[in-house]
Nanobody
Framework: QVQLVESGGGLVQAGGSLRLSCVGS????????MGWFRQAPGKEREFVAA????????VYKDSVKGRFTISRDNAKNTVYLQMDSLKPEDTAVYYC???????????????????WGQGTQVTVSS
């Protein structure tokens, strides 16, 4: 089992940047695909980005491509989400998630992720 703790959220003006971090417990962090999801008020949780076990494969939601970058440091049990050129519509609670799987690539499907963090609030003002 892995416990995930996100940090780095906050209030930023449109066009600004934030970097989210998610630290996982345990010695098997490198055996999990990792994903970032978000949930805006009144909306369903949605996929944002995911990264493979060794960081050599990434996938993004279309609306964040070119603005967000997911990365990981397995030595630090940490996955990051660098968010640039932020827009008000990026406002949401951001969650990281871990998928303990033998799938060759990370999934965009929320249901396959086994462990979730508590979330961190990102607010982008216009």
């Amino acid at each position: 089992q892995v416990q995930l703790v996100e940090s780095g959220g906050g209030l930023v003006q449109a066009g600004g940047s934030l970097r989210l971090s998610c630290v996982g417990s345990g010695r098997t962090f490198s055996s999990y695909h990792m994903g970032w999801f978000r949930q805006a008020p009144g909306k369903e949780r949605e996929f944002v980005a995911a990264i493979g076990l060794r960081g050599d494969y990434t996938v993004y939601k279309d609306s964040v491509k070119g603005r967000f970058t997911i990365s990981r440091d397995n030595a630090k049990n940490t996955v990051y989400l660098q968010m640039d050129s932020l827009k008000p519509e990026d406002t949401a609670v951001y969650y990281c998630a871990a998928d303990r799987t033998s799938r060759p690539r990370p999934s965009q499907a929320m249901g396959v992720y086994d462990y979730w963090g508590q979330g961190t609030q990102v607010t982008v003002s216009s």
